[in-house]
């Protein structure tokens, strides 16, 4: 059974920062892309930020040079390191993994930047 457990959410204020971390278990880890996406009230899901098995990284431009995603495959766990958290950057951050059709979601963790 794959399982994709986010932590790390929370309330910031603005200009503060947070780290998300994803552990995965039930699957081989290292030949999944994983990535980062997020949903805010109203809104679709969008992707953040994208790791490839190699460790290539893709960014949304509005978190470029703000977040940064790193993967550890010893620990089967991605990471989401975002700084300079803006109110905009409110909303559920989701765990995903992919394997061009194979595809997992976590359950999500809430990111709430307000003063």
């Known amino acids: 059974q794959v399982q994709l457990v986010e932590s790390g959410g929370g309330l910031v204020q603005p200009g503060g920062s947070l780290r998300l971390s994803c552990a995965a278990s039930?699957?081989?880890?290292?030949?999944?892309?994983m990535g980062w996406y997020r949903q805010a009230p109203g809104k679709q899901r969008e992707l953040v930020a994208g790791?490839?098995?190699?460790?290539?990284?893709n960014y949304a431009d509005s978190v470029k040079d703000r977040f940064t995603i790193s993967r550890d495959n010893a620990k089967n766990t991605v990471y989401l390191q975002m700084n300079s958290l803006k109110p905009e950057d409110t909303a559920v951050y989701y765990c995903h993994a992919d394997l061009r059709v194979i595809h997992y979601w976590g359950q999500g963790t809430q990111v709430t930047v307000s003063s």
């Open positions: 790791i490839t098995p190699g460790g290539s990284t």
């Open positions: 039930g699957l081989t880890f290292n030949i999944y892309a």
